[in-house]
T-cell receptor, first 113, second 112 residues
Framework: DGGITQSPKYLFRKEGQNVTLSCEQN?????MYWYRQDPGQGLRLIYY???????QKGDIAEGYSVSREKKESFPLTVTSAQKNPTAFYLC????????????FGQGTRLTVV | GQQLNQSPQSMFIQEGEDVSMNCTSS?????WLWYKQDPGEGPVLLIA?????ELTSNGRLTAQFGITRKDSFLNISASIPSDVGIYFC????????????FGTGTRLKVLA
């Protein structure tokens, strides 16, 4: 079945450590996105990529990094520079001509202790 | 960053009742989206609206793109227990920018 997969579902890290969240899609979508969700708030865009080897900062990119070496994959690294990394992270993908019809993964809940 | 204002923040309703929620902004949007999110899951797109005044249905759900382009409405008719969840609106101010602004969500709880 086609879809978008995030792993792991839950992740615990010690403060000061970098951590990488995985996002893979087999929908043949060009565009991929990373969002952060905090309790009681809407989604906020961290990074997005319209095509392989290209990505753009979203509204809250500080403390995060991404890569897009393959069309199917868009990993997000939460660095030690991110001041408040504990959150629910959502990855999404879409066709470039159907940006509004994005498919979301099931999310990764990151807890930094 | 900017977020859209959604209301109500939460609501309890009886099974079978109709539900209305809205999303407002001080800015004009070119596209409005409505998503539903179950606990611990990613949002699922319910309805997409592309033109001011557009009214679109998806089963028991109906959404409208406000004439002023600064608001959108979602109605759910004859609610059922599986309608429980958080409903988010999202708007795109400039078409094709890949940057959607999300509302703060309306948490719906249906009492059987």
């Amino acid at each position: 079945d086609g879809g978008i997969t995030q792993s792991p579902k839950y992740l615990f890290r010690k403060e000061g450590q970098n951590v990488t969240l995985s996002c893979e899609q087999n929908l043949n979508h060009d565009a991929m996105y990373w969002y952060r969700q905090d309790p009681g708030q809407g989604l906020r865009l961290i990074y997005y990529s319209q095509i392989v080897n290209d990505f753009q900062k979203g509204d809250i990119a500080e403390g995060y990094s991404v890569s897009r070496e393959k069309k199917e994959s868009f990993p997000l690294t939460v660095t030690s520079a991110q001041k408040n990394p504990t959150a629910f992270y959502l990855c999404a993908s879409s066709r470039r001509d159907r940006v509004s019809e994005a498919f979301f993964g099931q999310g990764t809940r990151l807890t930094v202790v | 960053g900017q977020q859209l204002n959604q209301s109500p923040q939460s609501m309890f309703i009886q099974e079978g009742e109709d539900v209305s929620m809205n999303c407002t902004s001080s800015s004009i949007f070119n596209t409005w989206l409505w998503y539903k999110q179950d606990p611990g899951e990613g949002p699922v797109l319910l309805i997409a609206l592309y033109k001011a005044g557009e009214l679109t249905s998806n089963g028991r759900l109906t959404a409208q793109f406000g004439i002023t382009r600064k608001d959108s409405f979602l109605n759910i008719s004859a609610s059922i227990p599986s309608d429980v969840g958080i409903y988010f609106c999202a708007g795109e101010r400039i078409s094709g920018t890949y940057k959607y602004i999300f509302g703060t969500g309306t948490r719906l709880k249906v009492l059987a």
